[in-house]
């Protein structure tokens, strides 16, 4: 018998954290933040306290109660004692590893807590993902997924606190192992780059604790890994050989990215196995069609050729195929895409996986703006960047001195930028995130509709208020090809899958499968918040 439970993406969207029994292997089904139940406690100046360790997320439900798989240098030796009487609380002494799907915080965050010697499953591309978003990115402690800053317990002489502060000892890099390509056959760039830190200044690089990668083959289950499309490169889909029979599990997907050949490679693979279950995400079950990558290349030519100042693009720039999208757009409306440094340093990584991926250095289209505002101790990874790419380097005063010269990748958080840029009324803000309420951030869109008012910028694709609902008005929707399948495509997957059982997980919805696969001969079984489910 297997035991499947399901500690997070019950009934919310994000926060999978699923948990694989077959007697004594165990597996964790991602392991990820959960942005929704976080925010009903917390925001951006109330922040679980990184001193306090682990005692904040698992107080508030946030981390399952299983005593055994996190860290130990963050818990206090009487933690546990507050949560032995809990009903979820258990002792697992023996963890197998994470199957992580892609490198989405929501899916990955709250690996930051787990032990370190609990293996990480990816594609080589997630796991370059994870690092890349770390080096060049604050990450807080509980988002610390490729590697975490060990932590020692203070207590001030004189004082009676006590608190877990950065410790000397060097980042741990975390055990990953690779499905989708062999890690000897990684080039010395690439093996290089995942070997050493690059946010210390020059002299300090070596203060990264490294970790080969090595093969998912050392896995105590038989595992499949199935590359599939979604808004963020190196997802994947996984399947897991149990006693019971197949075990699959989605990750998130779609069918109408560049990549959706992958998805539907998934589909007929995981059909062949015939597999007992199928765990699968449910973000989109209301949606009825989808904006296809290609409509933004479209909407986004036809939009962007109409205007004779600066644009500005706004998508998530981890939307590695969203970038290349509007490089297309610039090229074919004589502009440059000017892209952030921890850009640069995406597609750098990126470059070193994939080669059809463009080298920043070679690419005419790209250029890389550079913050007006000099950081006083630039990291490395910032350092290397500007240095490799001098030639590339733009400027506020470049891009207000030629507006029209330029597709400016921006979000929310680079509108301190436009005093230096000043640009000329008239000037267009376009807004492609993948979803118009972003997985990951919540845009405050209140906020940023007043700055365009007060620089002139015209919003394109903007979500706008009306009657208290936030809604991108008609005839500027075709901007935000999703990540994820919509319910038609999702009730085709399953159909074409056939599964013995169905269980729902991602999803606001999960009743969706229930209403529209009842005369199918698939057993839908819905999963509770901390429930288990034999198979
Ligand atoms: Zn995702």
């Known amino acids: 018998m297997v035991h499947l439970s399901f500690y997070g993406g019950i009934n919310e969207i994000g926060g999978n954290k699923i948990l694989l029994e077959d007697k004594e292997r165990r597996l964790f089904l991602d392991f990820g933040f959960p942005y929704k139940r976080h925010k009903l406690f917390y925001e951006e100046y109330l922040k679980p306290r990184s001193g306090a360790g682990l005692l904040d997320p698992l107080a508030l439900g946030l981390l399952p109660p299983l005593e055994g798989i996190y860290r130990d240098d ?15 609380y258990r002792r697992l002494d023996q963890v197998d590893g994470v199957l992580l799907s892609h490198a989405h915080l929501d899916h990955s965050g709250h ?23 770390q080096d060049s990115g604050k990450s807080d402690f509980d988002q610390q997924v490729c590697y975490f800053s060990p932590a ?9 606190q006590t608190a ?17 390509t062999d890690p000897r056959a990684l080039s010395p760039d690439a093996i290089q780059f995942w070997n050493r830190g690059f946010w210390e200044k020059a002299a300090k690089q070596k203060d990264l604790s490294s970790r080969p990668m090595t093969s998912h083959r050392d896995c105590s289950f038989n595992l499949r890994c199935f590359p599939v499309d979604h808004s963020i490169p190196g997802a994947c889909a996984w399947g897991i050989e149990t006693g019971s029979g197949w075990v699959l ?55 962007i050729n109409d205007s004779n100042g600066l644009v500005i693009a706004d998508f998530s720039p981890r939307d590695v195929d969203r970038l290349l999208t509007f490089l297309q757009i610039a090229k074919d409306t004589g502009r440059k895409l000017a892209i952030l440094p921890k850009d640069a340093y995406l597609l750098k990584t990126m470059h070193l996986l ?31 960047i500007c240095q490799e790419h001098d030639g590339k380097i733009v400027l506020a005063e470049d891009v207000g001195s030629a507006q029209e010269k330029f597709i400016l990748c921006f979000s929310f958080f680079d509108l301190n930028e436009l005093p230096s840029i000043r640009p000329k009324p008239g000037s267009l803000y376009v807004y492609s995130s993948s979803e118009p309420h972003d997985e990951e951030q919540e845009i405050d869109f209140r906020r940023l509709h007043n700055w365009l008012k007060h620089f002139g910028l015209r919003g394109f694709g903007l979500p706008a208020e009306s009657n208290g609902e936030w809604q991108v008005p008609d005839g500027e929707k075709g901007l935000h090809a999703s990540g994820h399948a919509c319910g038609a495509d999702l009730l085709e997957i399953a159909l074409e899958i056939k599964p013995e059982i169905l269980i729902p997980v991602h999803s606001e ?20 918040v901390g429930g288990t489910i034999e198979i």
């Not at 032990?115 to 591309?125: K, L």
């Not at 020692?152 to 009676?160: F, I, M, S």
């Open 249 to 303: 599990y989605s990750g998130d997907l779609r069918f109408h990215g560049k990549r959706a050949e992958l998805s539907r490679r998934f589909i007929d693979e995981a059909a062949a196995l015939r597999p007992k279950a199928l765990i699968l995400e449910g973000t989109n079950v209301l949606r009825e069609t989808n904006v296809a990558e290609h409509e933004v290349y479209e909407n986004g030519l036809k939009t």
């Open 152 to 160: 020692a317990r203070e207590c001030p002489t004189g004082w009676k």
């Open 74 to 88: 963050i818990q206090m030796p009487s933690l546990w004692q507050q949560f032995r009487h809990i009903p979820l």
């Open 354 to 384: 994939e080669p059809e991926i463009p080298d920043v250095a070679q690419e005419a289209g790209l250029v890389i703006y550079q913050d007006t505002i000099a950081s006083r101790y630039p990291s490395l990874w910032l350092r290397n």
């Open 509 to 528: 919805y999960p009743n969706f499968f229930v209403e529209h696969l009842c005369s199918s001969k698939i057993n839908i079984v819905l999963p509770t």
């Open 164 to 180: 877990f502060v950065t410790s000397s000892l060097p980042r741990q890099q975390r055990q990953f192992r690779i499905a989708d």
């Open 111 to 133: 690996i930051s807590f787990l032990r370190d010697d609990i293996p990480v499953y990816a594609t080589s591309v997630t796991a370059f993902v994870t690092k890349a978003m």
